[in-house]
């Protein structure tokens, strides 16, 4: 089979090693940098010398178009553009989530962040709460705001951003990372971004004490989003899982099976059946 990368970093090492495998295996493996040259995407790709598959590690509007030209032509895409780019934009998945009653914080989304400080826009949910730019990308805009004056210094240098304002997660101080790569789950724990350990914490909770209910919602998530690579964080709060991102992807280090499980995927058949979401 012939595997191909979309990617500006074939280098990664999730990708590295997984065509490391799959080259051992006498396959080929190639890579295509999406955002090379200005041209059109039948400029990158000709429809007749199509790969087996394309593996989408990137998220720009040309790695999007030139994904969906690809499945356009009937190439398999992993993740589908379609997929990919839901992923981004925190005002869709939290509705999507909401619509399969998957646990997420109660979100509002405003088109410019500006609008946050006009008195029919203040929070209802009070304070703390977190202020994320409503499409996700590098650099972008994640914060926790514990009250009116820091929410006016925000909006001061983010003043045009479309947001989402969500309901801030009090938990445990530590940020369950679960990556699932075609429904095979690999586990970390992170200190969270937004609320360090608590004073006195010996240590992260241990991956193999994750409930089995934790797992479980996380393969949901991928069926709800029709995702075939991603990862999910979640908090703890009170004992019960909360969704606090979701990403198409991702880079995954550290987990050993992981390259495996990727290398599988692209020479697995594509599933069946259209995502569960209404694009």
């Not at 619509?99 to 304070?127: F, Q, V």
């Not at 009116?148 to 210094?153: D, I, M, N, T």
């Not at 240098?157 to 009090?170: G, I, R, Y």
Request: aromatic share 6%; glycine share 8%.
């Amino acid at each position: 089979m012939r595997v191909c990368l979309l990617t500006d970093k074939p280098a990664h090492p999730l990708l590295a090693a997984a065509s490391s495998v799959l080259i051992e295996t006498e396959h080929r493996v190639t890579f295509l940098n999406p955002d090379t040259g200005a041209g059109s995407p039948s400029e990158l790709v000709i429809p007749d010398d199509l790969a087996d598959v394309y593996l989408l590690k990137a998220h720009t509007p040309r790695a999007l178009e030139l994904a969906r030209f690809l499945e356009a032509h009937g190439a398999r895409v992993v993740n589908s553009a379609a997929a990919t780019e839901l992923c981004q934009d925190r005002s869709r998945i939290a509705t999507v989530a909401d619509g399969a009653g998957l646990p997420m914080p109660r979100t509002r989304t405003l088109d410019t962040l500006s609008e946050s400080l006009h008195g029919a826009e203040r929070p209802e949910s009070g304070y703390p709460l977190m202020v994320k730019s409503r499409h996700s990308r590098r650099a972008d805009l994640v914060a926790r705001v514990d009250g009116p004056a820091e929410l006016r210094g925000l909006a001061a240098k983010w003043s045009d951003e479309p947001v989402v304002l969500q309901e801030f997660v009090a938990n445990s101080g530590w940020d369950h990372k679960l990556w699932v790569i075609a429904g095979e789950v690999f586990a970390g724990v992170r200190p969270a971004p937004v609320g360090a350990p608590p004073d006195g914490a010996q240590s992260a909770p241990l991956v193999r004490d994750l409930p089995r209910a934790w797992t479980q919602l996380a393969l949901d998530m991928g069926e709800v989003f029709g995702l075939d690579v991603y990862g999910v964080d979640l908090l703890d709060r009170e004992g019960a899982p909360v969704v606090v991102d979701i990403n198409a992807f991702p880079g995954i280090r550290g987990p050993k099976g992981a390259p495996a499980a990727l290398a599988a995927l692209a020479l697995r058949r594509p599933r069946p059946g259209p995502p569960a979401y209404e694009a």
